[in-house]
């Protein structure tokens, strides 16, 4: 039971400072749960959350279920995924409680965009440390360039590219029969 919620807390926590979804929570997902924990590496957070990404429903709490149930089976996934949620809805709730009240309010709006500059520079960050870990070679970088691309000129859903680039992975990464002779 204590571990189970040392696993709410900790998502808990994480989710009560993330302003912008998944992606700028994995800075303090990393610190948290890599460093501080040493519940696993970052390699294994980055495959959730690359599964996470073409899966329905919110990536944060997709990869909170994962390291939860890593961590102490499906309990431990209804505890990650019950401490990501619980900060949200009671921000929303205290919001829909009170948003009539100063959803006009210049202080409101100034301090949105500058939580939203904050978000766009930890997404960056997050983007940069996928590169270095990602593209390590030739061709990941032309999946990168094709998948980029792909997004930008056409109206292809991103799990399209997800499970192609997971083929070209599984194909480029089969290994192959030894030369018996």
């Not at 890599?34 to 990404?53: G, L």
């Not at 109206?155 to 990464?173: D, S, Y």
């Amino acid at each position: 039971m204590r571990e189970l919620w040392e696993i709410y807390w900790s998502f808990f926590k994480m989710s009560s400072v993330t302003f912008g979804g998944g992606y700028a929570m994995l800075p303090i997902l990393q610190r948290e749960i890599v460093e501080k924990k040493n519940w696993m590496t970052h390699e294994r957070i980055i495959d959730y959350y690359a599964v996470s990404q073409g899966l329905p429903g919110i990536i944060a709490v997709n990869v909170a279920i994962f390291i939860g149930r890593e961590r102490k089976g499906a309990l431990g996934g209804i505890a990650g995924a019950m401490g990501i949620v619980s900060p949200c809805l009671l921000i929303i709730t205290f919001i829909a409680a009170f948003l009539n009240n100063f959803q006009d309010s210049q202080i409101v709006k100034s301090a949105f965009a500058g939580i939203a500059v904050c978000v766009a520079a930890l997404i960056l960050n997050v983007v940069i440390g996928l590169w270095k870990k990602a593209v390590v070679n030739t061709l990941g970088l032309m999946i990168f360039i094709v998948v980029f691309f792909g997004m930008i000129l056409t109206n292809l859903t991103p799990i399209a590219f997800i499970l192609g680039a997971a083929f070209i992975g599984i194909i480029v990464g089969k290994p192959k029969k030894e030369d018996t002779r």
